[in-house]
């Protein structure tokens, strides 16, 4: 037999003496483990050495500190990342999403957040479950294969299947089973933060467009008005105009709005814009003719159909509309015909009569004649346009002021070309709607039979004005004759385009429509508009963060309070018990015997149980029932 040599004793001395029983002082003073498996000569033996040279074991010491500053330091850790990830995606929510690697790195940022969260959540409960393990298995007895379970859980989930711990050892499963559970809101938190379609607005002080008819100095570029003395260039600056009639664009202009009814094309300053302009301008409106009005329309409405052409004979007017001229002696003509740029009489004002239904119920064929008078007025307008991905939107209010005469200018006045400008503008809008809708008669040559049709002698027959709801009369007789409030349905498809184009609305709203529509369409040429500085809203299209708030609160406030709950029960365990030993290999291989080495190796001793004592700061593991033989005869 060899002995055992100790790097502290030097070289090593055959051994001699008997062998001696473990537990039995050795010669040099060593005390040997007492409760060894056998006592034969096989059991190796330490070499003597001096006496006093060799330590004695001390018992293992637990720093009274560790346990609940590292119970307190995890959960506060985890509370704060906790905290932190919820606050930097609160952040996050409405900002524009920017480059790729930035969506990545917001992502990892969420993801190592709810790693972090869960890896020291999850600490701080198995420092609380190590305590309560330890005072668990100091208060009452267990097998050996619950504490293989009760040590083990913390790395395997298997260990969840012991019955006898769910048992007898309800709250410290509760404990590891929750830590377990920790592992699980890393998988959702992460993928709270979303991203959704959104636009962004810049407000930005822009120069934009607001229409200058208004402004005297401008007149000229609205009215074709030359000096008195001519239109050479060296009279430019003669002071007396005579006005002519509008400019050809202003004509131009006028035609494309009434043709399309509704405003031109603006400039935008983006595609997604939107701005608020005020301005003054012309506008029409329409009301109900007086008596003398009335009369007057009348009998020039008579005469106009008392003249006839041929064998035609107008037997029947459903719209007769005109400009009047007054004479010097208060005598009125009527102006029915497109004008062209020449020097006459006129006015601002536009009279009309046409035939509409009766409100009576039913299809009552009875309709009765409508005066109406149209007159110019200035105007103050309040716009608001927008542009949406090309589409334009414009929409506003005008306050009436006051009316616009019609310019008379004698030699030796100063012109006011503002008011040039509003009579051009005038004149281009009545050369829209002037012009009547009749019903002849013509008879047929060496023949008494004769034949009726309808005649649109109007510019309205161009424009979107066609559509009214006061044309229907004309155009039911025209459909069918002597039919009468003809349904929608059985309208030749044209008609019904022409209603839905006007909306069936009166002749007085679409008017007074299209003028302003021929106002703002204005600003559709530049030359027609001065710049001045408004805020301009832009947007566009972007990304932007979103985060589902109770997906990203919920979880971290379970993990959280539940572990706060944990770490005051492990608290409360420390100041009731005091500091229990940890569970690393030192700690449990100090706390085990002879007696429960032997039982530990034993295959069949798991059903075994076993209990701690606590002496000292000290954990012993005891073995329960029969002691087990050492070979020792003790």
């Given at each position: ?256 709005t009434a043709s399309k009814g509704e405003i031109l094309p603006l400039r935008a300053p983006s595609n997604h814009s939107a701005y608020t302009v005020g301005f003054f301008g012309p506008a029409v409106q329409c009301a109900p003719a007086n008596a003398s009005v ?341």
């Amino acid at each position: 037999m060899q002995a055992v040599t100790s790097p502290a004793d030097g070289p090593s001395q055959p051994c001699t003496g008997p062998a001696r029983r473990l537990g039995e002082a050795s010669p040099g003073g060593v005390l040997l483990p007492s409760n060894s498996v056998s006592n034969t000569v096989d059991t190796p033996t330490i070499a003597r050495s001096p006496r006093g040279s060799r330590k004695r074991w001390k018992p293992r010491e637990y720093h009274k500190w560790e346990s609940p500053l590292l119970m307190g330091l995890f959960f506060v850790i985890g509370l704060g990342v906790s905290m932190a990830h919820c606050g930097f995606y609160a952040s996050l929510e409405g900002t524009i999403v920017g480059s790729p690697a930035e969506q990545e790195n917001n992502l990892r940022v969420g993801t190592a957040a709810a790693f972090l969260s869960q890896i020291t959540l999850g600490a701080s409960v198995w420092q609380t479950y190590k305590q309560w393990s330890w005072r668990s298995v100091k208060r009452g007895p267990f097998t050996m294969a619950t504490l293989n379970d009760i040590f083990g859980v913390e790395t395997s989930v298997l260990s969840f299947l012991n019955l006898d711990m769910l048992k007898n050892f309800k709250v410290g499963y509760v404990m590891a089973l929750f830590a377990w559970t920790l592992i699980l809101p890393p998988f959702f938190t992460p993928g709270t933060l979303f991203v959704y379609s959104s636009t962004n607005k810049v407000v930005d002080n822009q120069q934009v467009p607001y229409l200058n008819i208004a402004n005297s100095t401008k007149g000229h570029l609205y009215a074709f008005s030359p000096s008195e003395k001519g239109d050479r260039f060296n009279y430019k600056n003669v002071l007396t105009r005579v006005f002519n009639g509008p400019r050809t664009v202003l004509t131009l202009l006028s035609t494309a709005t009434a043709s399309k009814g509704e405003i031109l094309p603006l400039r935008a300053p983006s595609n997604h814009s939107a701005y608020t302009v005020g301005f003054f301008g012309p506008a029409v409106q329409c009301a109900p003719a007086n008596a003398s009005v009335r009369s007057i329309i009348s009998d020039l409405l008579a005469r106009k159909m008392a003249e006839t052409a041929g064998d035609l004979t107008e037997i029947q007017n459903a719209y007769y509309a005109f400009v009047p001229s007054f004479g010097p002696q208060g005598n009125v003509t009527a102006i029915s015909d497109i004008r062209y740029q020449t020097p006459s009489p006129s006015s601002n004002e536009a009279w009309m009569v046409f035939e509409r239904y009766s409100n009576s119920p039913g299809e009552s064929c009875q309709h009765d004649k409508y005066f109406q008078v149209c007159s110019l007025w200035n105007a103050t307008y309040e716009l608001s346009l927008g542009w949406e991905n090309g589409f334009q939107n414009v929409t506003g209010t005008r306050e009436m002021l006051h009316r616009v005469a019609y310019p008379v200018d004698k030699s030796g006045d100063v012109s006011n070309m503002a008011q040039h400008a509003y009579s051009a503008f005038f004149w281009a809008l009545a050369d829209q709607i002037i012009g009547s809708f009749g019903w002849f008669q013509e008879t047929m040559p060496n023949s008494s039979e004769t034949r009726s049709f309808g005649e649109i002698d109007c510019s309205i027959q161009h424009n979107s004005l066609l559509g009214s709801s006061d044309l229907a009369v004309f155009f039911d007789y025209n459909e069918d004759k002597g039919a009468c409030q003809i349904s929608y349905e059985n309208l030749s498809p044209q008609r019904q385009q022409d209603i839905d184009l006007a909306k069936n609305r009166t002749l007085g709203e679409l008017i007074e429509d299209l003028s302003f529509n021929m106002t703002v369409s204005l600003m559709h040429n530049d030359l027609f508009t001065n710049q001045t500085d408004r805020g301009v809203t832009v947007w566009e299209d972007v990304n932007r963060y979103g985060y589902n708030q109770l997906g990203l609160w919920i979880p971290y406030a379970l993990a959280c309070s539940l572990t706060l709950v944990t770490v005051i029960i492990g608290v409360a365990t420390l100041m009731r018990h005091g500091v229990m030993p940890d569970t690393k290999f030192q700690d449990i291989l100090s706390a085990a015997d002879m007696h429960v080495i032997t039982i530990a190796r034993d295959p069949d001793a798991k059903g075994r149980s076993l209990t701690v004592d606590f002496e000292g700061g000290t954990a012993t593991f005891r073995p329960l029932g029969p002691s087990v033989d050492d070979g020792s005869g003790t």
